[in-house]
């Protein structure tokens, strides 16, 4: 999959029709891949035509309404992962700024869809909105579409009455709802970190763990002990028993994710690690000492084997 920044102005497309879709595309849950999907079915259905996405980074609400801006299922680059394994052609990646703020739904189709795409469809959900202050929908997409020489396509949200989207999916995340999160998202929440050198308490103990820097961008569950998987990114996941939390054992501190590894997984430092949470074991708690936490971590890992 191609991946364009910046301006559209600079893209330099070659000039031939495309079929998109638009959107945030945070956590690319199940009712955005079937967004995706008949994207590619309309677009094959054409004569194969070239199916790009537009998406946005920042998240709006980090410009519009910083207050508001949630915590997100994956950054940009895990998003780019996730929309080329879906079949995607192209990436248009629209920087989510000041100028991009107050950029016209009308302005919008001119400029990204017409000129800069030649899109001959546009495929969307059917609570799509756009331009300044959200003002578009899908009406004033299919004329503006009537102007530009492309189709508009709505698509049904899925989940009827209760309809799929990130915003559902980061409220599972957040109440640790992590097999809702997994059905929704067609995978388990996963984030992803660099490994930074800890203070080796876990080693002592007889349990090395990676400390996982995550991005304060991205959704967590709440504190406690979890079967995961994780590994370097590129590699496999392997299963793994990680703790979210503030250590209380050790008097604490700021809220940290370290990562046991269930097998031995070479040197981590400085890569980044993939952290699938598959399912809450236990509230973190405070333990009389390192004997006494020892043979809980034990006990977590005999329990994590068994989940995974």
Same mark, same amino acid.
């Given at each position: 999959?191609?991946?364009?920044?910046?301006?559209?102005?600079?893209?330099?497309?070659?000039?031939?029709?495309?079929?998109?879709?638009?959107?945030?595309?945070?956590?690319?849950?199940?009712?955005?891949?079937?967004?995706?999907?008949?994207?590619?079915?309309?677009?094959?259905?054409?004569?194969?035509?070239?199916?790009?996405?537009?998406?946005?980074?920042?998240?709006?609400?980090?410009?519009?309404?910083?207050?508001?801006?949630?915590?997100?299922?994956?950054?940009?680059?895990?998003?780019?992962?996730?929309?080329?394994?879906?079949?995607?052609?192209?990436?248009?990646?629209?920087?989510?700024?000041?100028?991009?703020?107050?950029?016209?739904?009308?302005?919008?189709?001119?400029?990204?869809?017409?000129?800069?795409?030649?899109?001959?469809?546009?495929?969307?959900?059917?609570?799509?909105?756009?331009?300044?202050?959200?003002?578009?929908?899908?009406?004033?997409?299919?004329?503006?579409?009537?102007?530009?020489?492309?189709?508009?396509?709505?698509?049904?949200?899925?989940?009827?009455? &209760?309809?799929?989207?990130?915003?559902?999916?980061?409220?599972?995340?957040?109440?640790?709802?992590?097999?809702?999160?997994?059905?929704?998202?067609?995978?388990?929440?996963?984030?992803?970190?660099?490994?930074?050198?800890?203070?080796?308490?876990?080693?002592?103990?007889?349990?090395?763990?990676?400390?996982?820097?995550?991005?304060?961008?991205?959704?967590?569950?709440?504190?406690?002990?979890?079967?995961?998987? &994780?590994?370097?990114?590129?590699?496999?996941?392997?299963?793994?028993?990680?703790?979210?939390?503030?250590?209380?054992?050790?008097?604490?501190?700021?809220?940290?994710?370290?990562?046991?590894?269930?097998?031995?997984?070479?040197?981590?430092?400085?890569?980044?690690?993939?952290?699938?949470?598959?399912?809450?074991?236990?509230?973190?708690?405070?333990?009389?000492?390192?004997?006494?936490?020892?043979?809980?971590?034990?006990?977590?890992?005999?329990?994590?084997?068994?989940?995974?």
């Amino acid at each position: 999959m191609r991946v364009l920044t910046g301006a559209p102005a600079g893209w330099n497309l070659q000039a031939h029709p495309r079929a998109v879709t638009i959107g945030v595309f945070d956590g690319l849950h199940q009712g955005h891949r079937h967004v995706i999907s008949l994207l590619r079915s309309r677009a094959a259905g054409l004569g194969g035509m070239e199916c790009a996405v537009v998406t946005f980074d920042p998240h709006p609400l980090t410009v519009v309404a910083p207050e508001h801006a949630p915590r997100l299922l994956t950054g940009i680059d895990h998003r780019l992962e996730l929309l080329s394994a879906a079949g995607l052609d192209l990436a248009a990646v629209l920087p989510f700024d000041e100028e991009m703020r107050h950029l016209t739904s009308a302005a919008f189709a001119a400029a990204v869809l017409r000129d800069a795409l030649q899109a001959r469809l546009v495929v969307v959900g059917e609570d799509f909105r756009f331009g300044h202050q959200r003002t578009g929908n899908v009406a004033s997409l299919a004329e503006l579409g009537d102007a530009h020489g492309f189709a508009a396509e709505v698509v049904p949200l899925v989940g009827g009455q &209760a309809p799929l989207s990130s915003t559902r999916i980061r409220a599972m995340v957040a109440a640790a709802d992590l097999a809702g999160a997994a059905a929704a998202l067609g995978r388990p929440h996963e984030v992803r970190g660099t490994v930074v050198r800890g203070d080796g308490r876990g080693r002592s103990l007889g349990y090395p763990t990676a400390n996982v820097a995550v991005p304060a961008a991205l959704a967590l569950p709440p504190t406690g002990v979890y079967a995961v998987r &994780a590994g370097p990114r590129g590699t496999a996941l392997r299963p793994a028993v990680a703790n979210l939390g503030t250590r209380p054992t050790f008097a604490g501190g700021e809220e940290a994710l370290e990562v046991h590894l269930l097998e031995p997984p070479g040197d981590l430092y400085g890569t980044t690690l993939r952290v699938a949470f598959v399912a809450r074991l236990r509230e973190e708690q405070r333990f009389a000492g390192p004997t006494e936490l020892a043979a809980q971590i034990a006990a977590d890992v005999a329990a994590a084997r068994a989940i995974l």
